[in-house]
Nanobody
Framework: QLQLVESGGGLVQPGGSARLSCAASGFTLGYYAIGWFRQAPGKEREGVSCIGSSGGSTNYADSVKGRFTMSIDTAKNTVYLQMNSLKPKDTAVYYC???????????????WGQGTQVTVSS
């Protein structure tokens, strides 16, 4: 069974940090482009970052550039999103997704995790 499972969300104070994990089972993450997306209440799902297949280049949304870092551990078949200097506007459900290439169109991704809530609040 092909599956992505996110973890690591929770309540974080403004200016704080959190690390999200996205563990894959049933397939090898490195063969796919992996994207992180987020969806805030009442808003559309938006791309946060993406790493190309086979450890290709990583790109970030302007809103998180310099604060978020995406990485992949091929041995653990897991992708991470390190989030620093968190702001209340980062509050959202965060999803990881696997597809053939990095794309802002969510329909280009074949597999999705269930999402993990990140709430940035004092």
């Amino acid at each position: 069974q092909l599956q992505l499972v996110e973890s690591g969300g929770g309540l974080v104070q403004p200016g704080g940090s959190a690390r999200l994990s996205c563990a894959a089972s049933g397939f090898t993450l490195g063969y796919y482009a992996i994207g992180w997306f987020r969806q805030a209440p009442g808003k559309e799902r938006e791309g946060v970052s993406c790493i190309g297949s086979s450890g290709g280049s990583t790109n970030y949304a302007d809103s998180v550039k310099g604060r978020f870092t995406m990485s992949i551990d091929t041995a653990k078949n897991t992708v991470y999103l390190q989030m620093n200097s968190l702001k209340p506007k980062d509050t959202a459900v965060y999803y990881c997704a696997a597809g053939d290439w990095c794309d802002s169109d969510i329909n280009e991704y074949d597999y999705w995790g269930q999402g993990t809530q990140v709430t940035v609040s004092s």
